[in-house]
């Protein structure tokens, strides 16, 4: 039987979806696994490593932000980089070059606390006929690649003060991103009036509330586990 795949669009659960999603996980778990062989050998090629992909991964971000910022793609619904992967994705970028702890702990908690769920619901339309396509798959692969890179190679073991370290710089990025949905009408990081996926969690703006308490659950569902192993 052949396996259809549609070039100019994209559907969740598709093929294509299936395929994006098993391409961004090996990709990923190469780069781990490269990664602890590196670190093994003391040769610098491990450091290496993390510069260039930190390197690949502000690069694509500029790239992104410019293009989304373009006359002819600007929307102000989407393209300001207030997205939470945006800020994650920075980030992540900059723990691979950093012993920042709380940089970190971001990295951990927000790249696979939050955006890990790109890969189980993205929000595209587009197929892999256009940049879109690749500009998603990519930078979420960057974080949450990141994030497993932390703890597969790093040797990063979340405690409980790095979950409230991540936990209270997330009620900061609501504080700043709410008033700006608010004023432009908008939906960036799910937390305002404008129309979106989180629709399903009730009205504006109890559902902003809602979003933060399941977000917070998740981040506490990734730090539980390394208590329990401590112990």
């Known amino acids: 039987m052949m396996l259809h795949v549609e ?9 294509m979806h299936l395929l994006a999603v098993a391409a961004c996980l090996s990709a990923a778990a190469g780069a ?23 390197i690949f991964t502000l690069a694509t971000q500029f790239v992104v932000i ?3 910022l373009l006359p002819a793609n600007f929307s102000w619904r989407v393209s300001l980089p207030l997205h939470i992967c945006d800020v994650t994705a920075v980030l992540a970028a900059a723990a691979m070059v950093t012993r920042r702890r709380w940089v970190w702990s971001v990295v951990y908690f927000w790249g696979i606390g939050l955006s890990l769920v790109a890969f189980i619901t993205p929000v595209l339309t587009d197929g892999p006929a256009h940049l879109q396509f690749y500009f998603f798959w990519l930078t979420h692969l960057q974080i949450v690649g990141s994030a497993a890179y932390l703890v597969v190679v790093m040797g990063f073991r979340p405690t409980w003060r790095d979950w409230r370290v991540a936990t209270a710089l997330l009620a900061a990025y609501f504080a700043l991103v709410v008033p700006v949905n608010v004023a ?31 977000q917070v659950a998740a981040l506490t569902l990734l730090a539980a586990p390394w208590t329990m192993a401590r112990r």
């Not at 070039?7 to 093929?15: D, P, Q, V």
């Not at 781990?32 to 490593?49: F, K, T, V, Y």
Request: positive net charge; hydrophobic residues 45%.
């Open 184 to 214: 432009l009408g908008t939906y960036y990081g799910y937390v305002g009036p404008g129309a979106s996926m989180a629709d399903v969690l009730g009205p504006w703006p109890w559902r902003a509330l809602v979003i933060f308490a399941l």
């Open 66 to 68: 410019v293009w989304w």
């Open 7 to 15: 070039l100019h669009t994209f559907e969740r659960g598709s093929a």
């Open 32 to 54: 781990c696994l490269l990664g602890r062989r590196w670190r093994d050998r003391q040769s610098g090629a491990e450091q290496r490593l993390r510069r260039a992909w930190a």
